[in-house]
């Protein structure tokens, strides 16, 4: 037995003492009474009794990755369905399914099945210690039982022992059930492919690739640069390790891409056939500038200036673009241009990489170009917050929302398509005025109305459209755009515009269409299409011609989460006005000094500029002569790097005097030198970084003459496509003046290490994992040794059938809760004592006060001029009666001699000695 508060009893002694001294009686009651406080306050101190019947607890840990059998899903449920029904009373089944993260499929349950894996994994590692310690938190601490994994055990991540190490503590083996592919007669893997971390342009060099082969054999070798193919012709390989000596001269700087490729027949594993590696290629830092007027007015004042320009059409971003680039100047392009990988690399490329970004205004830029709600909007020195003053006439916006079945597939972060779109709208609907007007209707085969059209005034409800929901078939876009005319065609707005989302590879039945945007043409109803997918799905044209019927704009969302950022766009080009399309003048601010020697006086006007306010603790260099006040030129250093926004445009048809002004190449020249500063070297401190199978390593080495960092500095991650977020690492001291951080790559790809020291950012060189390591020239004998060693540290066995499990795993120990019992027997104790005190035990008797006459006497006779107190003796202390004074009538009656049967007969004996004084 055990006692959830023990020290309740402690009660015991103060209430007992209570209980002797105010509440004693004779007889059972007392007996009774000592009883019920002894329930009580057992009932308190919470008593449970311990039974080892309660059954166990086993958790199926699932490899899901790469490596696996591509049937690996349907074996592992079958096992878990016998497993279930092996179940006794009291055990319980629960799955874990693991990839780079572990990802919980079913908690432990007694009851029902399992339906299968639904949670989608990172397949790329497989991370065994992770999963072991997700099963040890699934189990809780009072049970126990066995952990069942299901692996080829090739693991990625940390040593499994360790996880193995912490279940035997609390009892619990881990057994394992190998499932791997079978081992391929012939494999060809390329183990490396080894460049130098940097060379200078023009500089030639060696390099080598070391390939595996498990069998003599003549294949295909091809090596690219950059996708420039450089060597290509057959290979005759030896059994074990080749080396393929290799050289190279490169003119341009910046990041060379190689990749080298074999080709075999017959190779049973392909995944692994492929090396990567970067090379950075040194020069001077760079400035790329992304536009759409590479001879523009812009580009020409740049390359005046002396500084390395590199000008590119918008393109989809990615930091190995970015690699050797001190800044980045976005001349009014859209951010769907971009793409969202592309805007979290630049976010990371200036927060975390110290890089500079220059963003000038347009059509196409800050609020109306799509930054709202991106990663890059927090970058700004200006906010693109919506206030009262730009909102517009009223409109009414009818959204009609694919809820296809195409719409139920997940997203990284777990959510549905549907889900993020939903996110979306309900951002979109927050930006809208009191007097706009809204419906949201869903539609697949047929129209599913979340609320027709209302005043925004009246109350929208948004959690109906967050729910959003996933229906069947694809969407019949003719229905949709019917729904919508009817109605938008209620609403006498003089705004009226219909929001179509769709997706790019499942739009159905477009019907009579072209009738029905005629009809909204005709009565000034514009239509706008969102396309979830690309323009080269097999739907995208069509959605393209909607939007160009329709008078709208057409946006192809290729990654689903930047759904939200496009809705809020879309809406802000209905609703709001974000540009100022007259002409306005300028005058200097108070900041302008910050960026050299500009003139503060004869300042052109501008013809337009994007209306955005000034952040807090940013700096404003310029700032318009009109009612908004607003920010034309602002910066602020962010994170490690510096960014600057100027709202005006440089080259369009709404930059005005400013073509003609005489400081602009030398404004524009300091702006993008101010972000340049923020990259600025740390002394003479090197970084390294060295990649070896699947593990980083990068150090540090610090000039040895000068003081050390105040801060630890510490290794932060970036992914090379931007769509992994980055990861913060601590370094360790290895030698006095080096510090040293190792830890295994998340993934294929291009990673790039930053080493922070304060808000100093040292790039080292990026590194390259041409595929997961678990397709690294290996057998299933040596994840076999893995497992054995993982089950031998609790005592696990090898599971080659599910019964017996159940029956071999420890009995966790049940506890029943006795505090209720107790509770239920203290109120029967209690019924029991008020009838046995009620009905069978005789009346308390009370000692009446006694007077002793002849002390009266003898005291009258010693002092005759005061009367001798009386002596008193009463268990109860009642207050004692005056020895003299008139005696009681005759006829009245008197309390029996040995005291009063009752509290009312003593209470009038009290008040008649009272009357009679």
Not at 220 to 248: A, I, M, S, Y
Not at 250 to 264: D, N, W
Not at 591 to 603: A, F, I, R, T, V
Request: hydrophobic share 40%; net charge negative; charged share 25%.
């Amino acid at each position: 037995m055990t006692f959830s508060l023990p020290q309740a009893w402690v009660l015991l002694l103060p209430l007992g003492l209570f209980l002797w001294k105010f509440g004693r009686r004779a007889g059972p009651p007392m007996w009774l009474r000592a009883v019920l406080l002894v329930l009580t306050v057992g009932a308190l101190s919470g008593p449970e009794l311990r039974r080892a019947d309660a059954g166990s607890d086993v958790v199926v840990v699932v490899d899901r990755s790469a490596s696996m059998p591509r049937d690996i899903d349907r074996t592992a449920q079958e096992l878990v369905s016998h497993l279930e029904s092996q179940r006794r009373p009291g055990d319980r089944v629960g799955v874990i399914a693991f990839g780079r993260e572990p990802r919980v499929e079913q908690p432990l349950s007694s009851g029902g099945a399992f339906g299968g894996f639904t949670r989608p994994v990172d397949a790329e590692s497989s991370d065994l210690s992770a999963a072991l310690d997700a099963a040890n938190a699934l189990i809780p601490q009072e049970r126990t039982g066995r952990v069942l994994v299901l692996s080829d055990g090739r693991a990625t991540g940390t040593d499994a022992r360790g996880s193995a190490r912490r279940l035997a503590a609390r009892g619990i083996a881990v057994d394992w059930r190998q499932l791997a592919r079978p081992e391929p007669p012939l494999d060809v893997a390329v183990v490396s492919l080894d460049v130098p971390t940097a060379v200078s342009s023009r500089e030639p060099f060696q390099f080598s690739a070391s390939v595996h082969a498990s069998a003599a054999v003549t294949g295909t070798v091809r090596l690219e640069r950059n996708g420039r193919v450089l060597v290509k012709g057959p290979f005759d390989f030896q059994p074990g390790p080749n080396v393929l000596p290799l050289r190279d001269l490169i003119e341009e700087p910046g990041l060379a891409r190689y990749q080298l490729t074999v080709e075999v027949p017959g190779d049973g594993v392909v995944e692994n056939d492929k090396g990567l590696a970067v090379l950075r290629v040194e020069g001077p830092r760079r400035v790329l500038l992304v536009t759409n007027q590479p001879k523009g007015t812009l580009a020409k004042a740049l390359e005046a200036t002396g500084l390395v320009l590199e000008v590119r059409a918008p393109f989809r971003l990615t930091l190995d673009d970015l690699d050797g680039v001190g800044s980045v100047v976005l001349e009014n392009v859209d951010a769907n241009t971009l793409g969202e990988p592309g805007l979290n690399a630049l976010a990371t490329y200036v927060e975390q990489a110290g890089g500079g970004l220059v963003m000038t205004g347009g059509r196409e830029s800050f609020g109306e170009g799509g930054y709202r709600r991106s990663p890059v909007e927090p970058l700004l020195p200006v906010s693109l917050e919506m206030r009262e003053e730009q909102r517009r006439a009223s409109i009414a916006i009818s959204i009609l929302m694919d809820c296809s079945c195409s719409m139920g597939a997940t997203v990284p972060d777990g959510r549905t398509k549907m889900e993020v779109a939903a996110e979306g709208v309900v951002a979109a609907l927050t930006l809208l005025n009191p007097q706009d007007e809204a419906s949201v209707h869903m539609v697949d085969t047929e129209t599913h109305e979340i609320f027709p059209l209302r005043s925004v005034q009246a109350g929208l409800p948004y959690d109906k459209v967050a729910k959003g929901f996933s229906g069947g078939g694809g969407i019949y876009v003719g229905e949709a755009l019917r729904t919508g005319r009817k109605q938008i065609f209620k609403s006498e707005k003089p705004t009226r515009h219909v929001l179509l989302f769709s997706d790019a590879a499942d739009s159905e039945e477009p019907d009579d269409y072209r009738r029905t945007l005629s009809e909204l043409q005709g009565e000034g109803v514009t239509v706008s299409v969102i396309g979830l997918g690309t323009p080269k799905d097999v739907d995208a044209a069509l959605l393209k011609e909607v939007a160009q019927r329709g008078g709208g704009r057409i946006y192809f969302a290729e990654d689903a989460m930047s759904l939200p950022r496009i809705f809020s766009q879309e809406t802000l080009a209905v609703a709001r006005a974000t540009f100022i399309d007259e002409p306005v003048s300028v005058e200097a601010a108070p900041d302008l000094p910050l960026l050299g020697k500009l003139p503060s006086e004869g300042l052109p006007q501008v013809g337009g500029y994007n209306l955005t306010y000034l952040r807090p603790r940013a700096s404003v260099a310029l700032r318009t002569l009109d009612t908004h006040a607003a920010p034309l030129l602002a910066m602020w250093p962010r994170g490690a790097g510096r960014t600057v926004a100027f709202t005006a445009e440089v080259d369009g048809p709404f930059t005005g005097e400013l073509r003609q002004w005489g400081s602009l190449r030398a404004t524009l020249e300091a702006m993008v030198r101010w972000t340049l500063a923020g990259s600025s070297p740390l002394g003479e401190a090197v970084v390294r970084s060295e990649r070896r199978g699947h593990l980083l390593r990068v150090t540090l080495d610090l000039p040895p003459d000068e003081p050390l960092p105040a801060t630890l500095p510490t290794l932060m991650l970036l992914s090379g496509d931007g769509t992994s977020a980055p990861t913060e690492h601590p370094m360790r001291w290895e030698e006095d003046d080096r510090l040293v951080a190792e830890l295994p790559l998340e993934g294929s790809g291009t990673w790039h290490p930053v080493v922070r020291v304060g808000t100093r950012a040292l790039r080292a060189p990026p590194v390259a994992l041409p595929y997961a390591p678990e397709f690294e020239p290996g057998s299933p004998k040596e994840g076999l040794v893995l497992l054995r060693a993982v089950a031998a540290v609790g005592g696990g066995v090898e599971r080659l059938s599910m019964t017996g499990l159940f029956e071999e795993a420890p009995e966790s120990e049940g506890h029943l809760a006795l505090a209720p019992w107790l509770v239920a027997l203290a109120v029967a104790v209690l019924l029991s004592e008020v009838a046995v005190r009620r009905f069978l035990s005789a009346p308390r008797q009370r000692v009446k006060a006694r007077t002793v006459s002849e002390a009266s006497v003898a005291g009258s006779v010693l002092a005759p001029s005061s009367p001798a107190p009386s002596t008193v003796t009463s268990v109860t202390s009642a207050p004692a009666a005056p020895e003299a004074g008139p005696r009681a009538p005759e006829g009245e009656a008197k309390p029996k001699e040995g005291g009063v049967d009752s509290a009312l007969e003593a209470a009038r004996a009290r008040s008649r000695r009272r009357l009679d004084r």
